[in-house]
């Protein structure tokens, strides 16, 4: 009977050679198409060689999306590797099963020449989508919150299957088919396991979401933010102290978490806030790091801010990120509690009830620009992602930033410590990217008050003057 198992004595080729061939096969089994057996060379060596592919492979991928500075995630390697000792034993039992003892690295190698297949293919992907190469797939992953690893684990799954079924032979009397003993063995625990990379980014190491929010992490929540007012510095007499304060109150998406830890970096370095932030961050990985973001904590940390400030000399700056609505209203969300969404005047009753006076607000969601009626005066810059009726982008989980906080800060704030400047500038960067990536332009709005010009270009002085004493 013809099969499609590779021939018993395949013709002598080199470890190279058996190894391309192998990738060859593993490229076309996870597209879908047909492959022979005597194309795949299943032998020990061939294992061991795709098995440390893989694992260099997966290692490269992380440090590409990641980025190089971070550190090796011991941790990860079990679930990392999990699948050579699983496709074993699969191999194992298929052989025992239809009693062709060609299974037993058969299985293992084409699991493994696909799983490196894939890898190579979805980290492609990931990295075109991350840096919005792809265009419309961008939007569209971002708009309605796609997962890409769901997706990039059906397929995997389905080719390995499809891929062993079609190199079992038919009717040969076996107990249990291959392709369902590697669905059993190897998908099904896969699809448990968590998809932690080898490598792990500062920032990425502190955003993921394993914690839950449970009850001692929910009691914490007060003494974690006693603590962060209690680390606030004092306001320096004769010195137009910058105080920071963010607000990250989505935490079903990493985008807000991460945005804010960078910018609170950001500001730190270049703003001479270091000592006098507050960070207030909803995430299920940082419950036991940062306060949580609702109405009360951002009331309490706006009033710890104005006890330590000169009202009539400091300024205050603050910072809020997460969906915005149609009916103006940010989005605080975190589940299983049911939290208050922060309305404009909210805002504005919390800063004057911290008699904050000189005030710095931006507003990163959508339709945010009908937070500045709500908070316009004399003593107040305020700096909106879009105006009243359009929305802004970048919401997704595949981004570091939302679009308007990577042109404000990350990109115009790292060269200038001017805010109108600096928000021409990511006005015109995002009128580019919104133009050349076919969306409707959100429109940055900015509302500077009369006495605020004047306040914030004296800041400036002594930015721009203490940043050229450290140089």
Excluded at 71 to 80: G, H, M, N, V
Excluded at 255 to 277: C, P, W, Y
Aim: glycine share 6%; net charge negative.
């Amino acid at each position: 009977m013809d099969t499609d198992l590779p021939d018993a004595g395949p013709p002598r080729v080199t470890a190279w050679s058996a190894f391309t061939q192998n990738l060859a096969a593993g490229l076309r089994i996870a597209f879908f198409f047909r492959v022979r057996g005597a194309n795949i060379r299943a032998s020990a060596g061939q294992f061991v060689v795709i098995a440390i592919a893989s694992i260099l492979v997966s290692f490269a991928a992380a440090v590409l999306l990641t980025g190089p500075d971070g550190r090796f995630d011991l941790q990860a390697l079990p679930t990392e590797t999990a699948w050579i000792p699983l496709s074993l034993f699969a191999g194992y039992l298929s052989a025992r099963s239809t009693g062709d003892a060609r299974y037993g690295l058969l299985i293992p190698v084409v699991v493994g020449v696909v799983g490196v297949a894939l890898s190579v293919f979805s980290t492609a992907i990931w990295f075109a989508v991350g840096r919005g190469w792809l265009g419309d797939l961008t939007l569209q992953i971002s708009a309605f919150d796609l997962e890409l690893y769901p997706i990039l684990f059906s397929w995997w799954a389905l080719a390995v299957w499809l891929g062993v079924r079609r190199l079992t032979p038919r009717g040969t009397g076996r107990a249990i088919a291959p392709s369902w003993i590697v669905a059993l063995l190897i998908i099904l625990p896969a699809y448990f396991l968590p998809p932690d990379p080898l490598w792990i980014g500062e920032e990425v190491k502190e955003s993921e979401p394993h914690a839950e929010f449970s009850e001692e992490a929910l009691y914490a929540q007060a003494d974690l933010l006693r603590e962060a007012e209690r680390r606030l510095k004092p306001e320096r007499p004769g010195v137009e102290d910058l105080y920071f304060v963010a607000f990250a109150p989505y935490a079903g998406q990493n985008v807000f978490m991460k945005e804010t830890q960078s910018i609170g970096k950001l500001m730190e370095e270049r703003f001479d806030t270091a000592g006098r932030s507050i960070l207030l961050i909803s995430h299920p990985g940082l419950l036991d790091r940062y306060p949580i973001a609702t109405l009360t904590s951002l009331r309490d940390a706006l009033q710890a801010v104005g006890e330590r400030i000169n009202p009539e000399e400091d300024v205050v700056m603050l910072h809020l990120t997460s969906h915005g609505s149609q009916t103006h209203e940010l989005s605080v969300s975190f589940p299983p509690l049911d939290l208050q969404s922060i309305r404009p005047m909210d805002l504005r009753l919390a800063l004057d009830e911290a008699h904050i006076k000189w005030r710095i607000i931006v507003v990163s969601a959508c339709y945010s620009g009908g937070f500045i009626d709500a908070l316009r005066d004399a003593h107040t810059l305020v700096v909106t992602a879009s105006d009243a009726q359009h929305t802004s982008f970048g919401c997704g989980n595949l981004f570091d930033f939302t679009y308007f906080s990577q042109a404000y800060y990350d990109d115009a704030l790292r060269k200038t410590h001017n805010f109108q400047e600096a928000f021409a500038f990511a006005t015109e960067s995002i009128l580019r990217r919104e133009a050349k990536e076919g969306l409707e332009a959100s429109n940055p709005q900015m509302y500077m008050g009369a006495a605020m010009k004047e306040k914030l270009l004296r800041l400036q002085k002594r930015l721009d003057a203490e940043g050229a004493r450290e140089k």
